[in-house]
């Protein structure tokens, strides 16, 4: 099927051009473009021009063959912005993207929107059943393109990718089409009740469902840690005994969420879990869950609280500073320290 460009607000992905080939060049010579991805600089021109002609003899995706398209300004198709590939298997059933995009286009939300365009394309258009990518482990920033896009972290092979003769592992992302259309069609609106509810045999099971994207899994324990380290009682660095209270978050009368304190402290409670579920995330639940503990914390008598998070790309350390948290300085685990001061 001959590829029709696709638009959206301020996109254009559109067949490659031979007229692409000095910014295909120039985007994978930048060491910044290039640090994850499976070329190795320097790239010629004329290995740019190479590969348009070859991607571009071919009307659009098809079966066991990359295939690309050039991503520009919606309003203007010579604006070359990066560009997205594609690879279909088991005889268009299934796909693999990527995308690559100029350095100078990062950080304003190009690469989800150009990447939810064309997962879009393969299940309406293409009716693909599947659409799955492949990252470097340490390349955070295209793994939240792909959770934005609602793909799932579905684990990883290790040892398995080498760019030039580097081995790394790799990290893999999927979604069905029933996934993609439950991502399409979740609920995306600030929830009007947002409350904190015991945990018992009626919830737990929602309870222990709630999971964060991949890349959060190194900031977050899940739930079934938490409940399990509650359980233990833990003692903290300074030798104390910790006494968890926890709760699930309930929005709605939906289960989207855990939070835990540990009240071993004088007059001071540590906001010791809060894992919002990747579905319910940009909704504003996490603010308010800050405002419900903080409520719980002044009822047992406390002056304060402190929390601790993992600094870097995708950290909850906005949520807690935007909350009034200030950095204590104290660092332990590679974490950071924030203390709240009731005011």
């Known amino acids: ?126 009716g693909v059943h599947r659409v799955e990518g492949m990252l470097h482990p340490e390349n955070r920033a295209s793994a939240m393109v792909l959770e934005r896009v609602g793909m799932l972290f579905e684990g990883h092979t290790r040892g398995s990718f080498w760019v030039g003769d580097v081995v790394s592992d790799d990290w893999l992302y999927g979604m069905t089409r029933t996934d993609w259309e439950a991502w399409r069609d979740r609920v995306r609106t600030r929830p009007d009740i947002v409350d904190l509810v015991e945990i018992d045999g009626a919830n737990l099971d929602d309870t222990l469902l709630v999971a964060t994207h991949g890349s959060q899994r190194d900031m977050v324990a899940p739930v079934s840690i938490s409940l399990a380290e509650a359980l233990v009682a833990s003692t903290t660095t300074d030798g104390r005994v910790r006494s968890p209270w926890f709760r699930a978050v309930r929005a709605d009368d939906v289960i989207v969420g855990f939070v835990m304190l540990d009240r071993a402290g004088e007059h001071e409670s540590y906001l010791w879990r809060l894992v919002v579920d990747r579905m319910h995330q940009r909704r504003g639940i996490g603010r308010r869950v800050l405002d419900l503990v903080v409520e719980q914390s002044r009822a047992w008598g406390d002056t304060s609280m402190t929390v601790s998070w993992v600094p870097g790309k995708g950290s909850p350390e906005p949520l807690y500073l935007a909350r009034g948290f200030v950095p204590t300085g104290l660092e332990h685990d590679g974490e950071l320290q924030g203390r709240l001061v009731f005011s």
Do not use: K
């Open 1 to 126: 099927m001959a590829f029709t460009p696709l638009l959206t607000d301020r996109l254009c992905i559109r067949p490659v051009r031979p007229a692409d080939a000095e910014a295909l060049a120039a985007r994978r010579n930048d060491p910044s473009v290039a640090e994850f991805q499976t070329w190795v600089p320097p790239y010629t021109l004329e290995q740019a021009e190479a590969l348009i002609a070859e991607t571009g003899s071919i009307d659009g995706p098809s079966d066991d063959t990359w295939w690309m398209a050039t991503v520009t300004a919606a309003d203007d198709d010579a604006a070359i912005l990066g560009d997205v590939v594609v690879r279909l298997g088991w005889n268009g059933r299934a796909a693999e993207i990527g995308y690559s995009l100029a350095r100078d286009a990062w950080g304003h939300g190009y690469a989800v929107e150009a990447a939810s365009a064309l997962v879009e394309y393969l299940f309406t258009e293409l």
